[in-house]
């Protein structure tokens, strides 16, 4: 027991420590110069694109493009958390197998299908937000579903299943699951890495090495000792809204999902479980929602009800005609037709409500 509580005492002083020792000691009208890698998707406007580097936000030009993984060296005035009139002084594009093939695979969606039907699949296979138009952007999160466009826990969970029931085919189950492990953490570093993904992917580690050692995964436990790991690795999400949402939105699933199913049974199969999944993740949210932005959509779990069906289909379908059409353009896009009602469906229930 005392050993056991031990553990976690430790990981505590580690983060604090990690925490005091990542500490920037940024002047607000300090002239700053930057760089490394980004390691989070930038967000593109029309005229500009925001990019966030060592936790510092900023805006550049539209062109030239910053790609997740290109490695970049800013210059600019610190004011708030932000670097005020940056200058982009070099930039290097990664030459990293998978960050081609993510690249590779949002193009390909640009070509095969038609706005805001592309940046949909990629932002749910992939989490590539980048290319999400801003009218579509603005009605995402006017009812409550941009938690829905980028890749999630649900994709995580989604590749997982999908590659162990392809390897039990072929190979005994302790074998598939350190397979299905690695495959977990290359499609997080292909997805982006962002937090969601990054909890998702270590909950899922757990889980199966549980499984691989024999043992059976304490669904707490994995969560808080993601959490702790995350924070040690990167102390900084302590305040990230999207680490924050991730994880109490997680612990709300978790307490009330399978207590309001039981509650919706007579709503049809197909959106009863999204209807459950979105409550129970809005019990938990909604008010920090609420004191963040100042303002919440009561619609939102409806909307949320009405397409997250969509996703686990859309996931599978989209990532099968992404790496096809890496090779075969055309066979890609025929594979990828067939998310087109499920994407029509999805876009239209979000403008309607907007």
Do not use: C
Request: proline share 5%; net charge positive; glycine share 6%.
């Amino acid at each position: 027991m005392i050993r056991r509580y031990a553990v976690w005492v430790v990981l505590v002083l580690l983060f604090i420590i990690s925490f005091l020792s990542s500490r920037p000691d940024y002047i607000d009208g300090q002239m700053l110069r930057v760089s490394g890698k980004v390691i989070s998707e930038p967000i593109r406007y029309s005229n500009s694109q925001r990019v966030v580097l060592h936790n510092l936000r900023f805006y550049l030009p539209a062109f030239p493009q910053v790609n997740y993984g290109d490695y970049i060296v800013i210059e600019g005035i610190v004011s708030d958390g932000e670097l005020k009139k940056p200058v982009l002084i070099e930039l290097t594009e990664t030459n990293l197998f998978l960050f081609k093939i993510r690249k590779s695979m949002v193009r390909f969606y640009e070509r095969a299908l038609p706005e805001p039907h592309s940046s949909l699949v990629a932002g749910v296979v992939i989490g590539s937000k980048a290319s999400i138009p801003q009218d579509f952007w603005d009605a995402l999160r006017e009812t409550g579903t941009a938690h829905v466009v980028v890749a999630s826990g649900m994709n995580v969970t989604l590749v997982a299943g999908f590659l162990m029931a392809i390897l039990l085919l072929i190979m005994n189950r302790r074998r598939a699951i350190y397979f299905a492990l690695t495959g977990v953490w290359v499609y997080a570093l292909v997805s982006g890495f962002d937090a969601p993904i990054i909890r998702a992917a270590i909950m899922g580690s757990l889980a199966f090495t549980a499984q691989a050692m024999g043992r059976m995964n304490v669904a707490w436990r994995a969560l808080f000792l993601s959490a702790l790991i995350m924070l040690i690795i990167w102390p900084n999400w302590i305040s990230d809204l999207g680490f924050i949402l991730s994880f109490v939105a997680t612990a709300s699933m978790m307490l009330f999902e399978a207590r309001i199913r039981r509650l919706v049974y007579f709503i049809p199969g197909i959106f009863r479980e999204g209807l459950s999944t979105s409550l129970a993740a809005q019990i938990g949210v909604a008010p920090i929602l609420l004191v963040t932005f100042k303002q919440y959509s009561l619609l939102s779990p409806i909307v949320n009800s009405l397409v997250l069906w969509t996703i686990p289909p859309m996931t599978v379908i989209g990532m099968v005609a992404g790496l096809t059409g890496l090779v075969f353009f055309k066979a890609g896009q025929l594979i990828l037709y067939l998310v087109y009602p499920l994407t029509s469906w999805f876009v239209w229930v979000v403008h309607l409500f907007s």
